[in-house]
């Protein structure tokens, strides 16, 4: 029995690691479409397509719930598919949720009017494309009032740690936050909007300073889908756990090594 995890590459183990630390009992099976990542760069309607393609890949597996560890797919994809039907008995969920609840404060499914919360200006750092759809901001303004969102589009900064070039990735870091700041001088905090920025988590705190809260996503998913498991028992699937991508899975699985620090073999989706 396996949960569904997809990502547009690498980034996503980030993410698996940590809901695997969190839940042991559960089989996962991860999908990284590493033939066509970036998708930072994307329109819309691609992303939409190349999502869907993936998820179905899992629901045909056996997986009936799948989290899109992607913040560009969950940007473009996620409420679009929700307000389309999905399948009876299959459920996607997305990764910006947990992290915008842990920034506003909110308990998961708190479904009353958005409120002031503490943090006012806050630093958002995504790829190109989920900087373009605005997806954040509209998810925090059904959750919170008078919060001002700087948002930088990190171009490159996938691409560098898809390669495994984390000199270069860290750089471009240094280079996007000076020009996020040319913007907003004094954020409170910041979000890290794509999966693969913890890779680069260090670079990100010590560029903003260490008055600045850094927000990242993996154990914040982590728990959001431990609880939803303790509610929704029946969504653990009938699928085999497992590593696949649509790339090629002998570099992929080099590449994954690197990330995770321990073997990983996948297999062609």
Known sequence: MAVGIFDSGLGGLTVLAAVQSRLPEVEFLYLGDN?????????????FALTVRSVNMLWDRGCDLVVLACNTASAAALRRMQEGGLPEGKRVLGVFVPLIEALTERQWGDNSPPREVAVKHVALFATPATVASRAFQRELAF????????????????????????????????SHVEALKRKMPDPQAAVLGCTHYPLVAQAFQEALGPQVRVFSQADLVAESLADYLTRHPGMLGTGA???????????????????????IRFAAA
């Not at 994307?42 to 992303?47: A, C, E, G, T, V």
């Not at 008078?146 to 270069?168: F, M, P, R, Y």
């Not at 991508?245 to 690197?258: C, F, L, N």
């Open 241 to 263: 756990g497992g590593y696949l991508t649509t790339g090629d899975p002998g570099r992929v699985s080099d590449r994954a090594a690197q990330f995770l620090r321990r073997d």
């Open 143 to 174: 959750r919170a009032i008078g919060v001002d969102v700087e948002a930088q589009a990190c171009g490159g900064v996938v691409d560098a740690i898809e390669e495994g070039d984390l000199i270069l990735a860290e750089a471009l870091v240094r």
């Open 35 to 47: 033939l066509n990542a970036p998708y930072g760069v994307r329109d819309s309607d691609d992303l």
